[in-house]
C-alpha cells in the first residue's frame, strides 16, 4: 500500500515521512513546493496544492491512506479525488481548539472543524487526531534567546499539557497502518502540564542561564505570533491561550495508553533542540 504525506515539510509530516519509510512502508511526500522538501532517499515527493484541484488525482494514485493537514480550502473536492482514486482511510491532524466552548466563534477552532465535518462526511475510514500545544511552539522565542533578550509572550500563565511532535506522529503511524484507531477521534497531549513560565525555565535549566519570560501587550503578541502563524488565524491563537490561563489543565491525553510507549516530556523536546536557542 501506498500512503500519501500531505504538509510533508511540516514538523509532524517530515518526521511521519520518516518513521514510515524507516519501517518499510511505500510512502509518498505531498507539498505545495515539492522543489523545497528533503525526504529520505527512496522517497517520491509530487505537488499537492488545495487551491490546485489538477494536483489532485497524479499525488492520490495509487494511495490507500492518507495523512491530511486541517486546510478548509479545497477539501471537499480533495476528498471526492481521493474517493475516486480508491483511497480508503484518511488520518486528519486537527486540534483540541475544537472543544473550546466558543468553537463555531473562534477561527482556529473553525478551520479544524470545517475539515472534520468534511471527513466525516465522505465515504473513507477517519482518525481524527486533536492534538492540543506543540512543543515547537516555544521556538518563536528563539531569536530572543539566543541574543540574550526577555522574551515577550502573551498569557504566559497559560497552562497546557504540551506534547512532542513525536508522540503525534507516533499516533499518526498506527493509525496508518494498522485498524486500530479506525474511525476514531483522539485528544492528545504530553505526559505533563506546563505554563510558559515553566517551559522558560526548563530551558533556562539546559541553557545554564536564566530567560527572562515577560508578558507581552496583545497587539505585540499578535505581532510576534503572525511570523509564524497565519494571520487569520492569529487572534483565535491567543484567545485559546487565555482561556487555558485558569489551571483546569490536566495531563489526561498522554499517547502512552495508544502507543505503550512514555510520553515525551517538553524537557526531552527541549534538549534534543536545543542548538535552536544557542
Known amino acids: ?27 509518498r511526500a505531498a507539498s505545495r513546493a515539492p522543489e523545497k522538501a528533503d525526504p ?5 515527493v509530487v505537488p499537492l496544492d488545495l487551491a490546485d484541484a489538477t494536483t489532485f488525482a497524479p499525488a492520490l494514485a495509487g494511495v ?4 491530511l493537514y486541517a486546510e478548509p480550502t479545497g477539501i471537499d473536492e480533495l476528498l471526492d479525488a481521493a474517493v475516486s482514486a480508491g483511497v480508503r482511510r484518511v488520518v486528519l491532524l486537527s486540534s483540541d481548539s475544537v472543544n473550546l ?29 486533536r492534538p492540543g500545544g506543540f512543543a515547537t511552539m516555544t521556538l518563536g522565542w528563539a531569536e530572543s534567546i539566543r ?24 499516533v499518526a503511524e498506527l493509525a496508518l497502518t494498522t485498524h486500530t484507531l479506525d474511525d476514531e477521534t483522539i485528544s492528545l ?33 499578535a505581532a510576534r505570533l503572525g511570523s509564524h502563524v497565519p494571520a487569520p488565524l492569529v487572534a483565535a491563537v491567543l484567545d485559546y491561550w487565555a482561556q487555558l490561563s485558569d489551571g ?10 495508544i502507543t505503550g510507549r512514555p ?9 534534543e533542540n536545543l542548538a535552536w536557542f544557542r
Open 248 to 257: 483546569r489543565c490536566e495531563a489526561s491525553r498522554s499517547a502512552e495508553p
Open 147 to 170: 541574543a540574550g533578550a526577555p522574551v515577550e509572550q502573551g498569557y504566559p500563565e497559560a497552562r497546557l499539557d504540551v506534547i512532542h511532535p513525536d508522540d503525534i506522529a507516533d
Open 64 to 67: 490507500s491512506s492518507m495523512f
Open 189 to 221: 497531549g504530553g505526559p505533563e502540564v506546563l505554563g510558559f513560565r515553566d517551559q522558560a525555565r526548563i530551558l533556562g535549566e539546559l541553557l545554564n542561564r536564566e530567560i527572562e519570560l515577560r508578558e507581552a501587550a496583545p497587539e505585540q503578541a
Open 101 to 129: 466552548p466558543n468553537a463555531e466563534h473562534s477561527a482556529l477552532a473553525r478551520h479544524h472543524l470545517l475539515v472534520e465535518r468534511a471527513l466525516r462526511a465522505a465515504p473513507l475510514t477517519s482518525t481524527v487526531l
Open 1 to 27: 500500500m501506498t500512503i500519501l504525506v500531505t504538509g510533508s515539510r511540516g514538523g509532524i509530516g517530515a518526521g511521519l515521512v520518516h518513521r514510515l519509510h524507516t519501517s518499510g512502508y511505500d510512502v
Open 263 to 271: 510520553g515525551r516530556t517538553f524537557r526531552q523536546w527541549a534538549t
Open 40 to 44: 529520505p532517499a527512496g522517497v517520491t
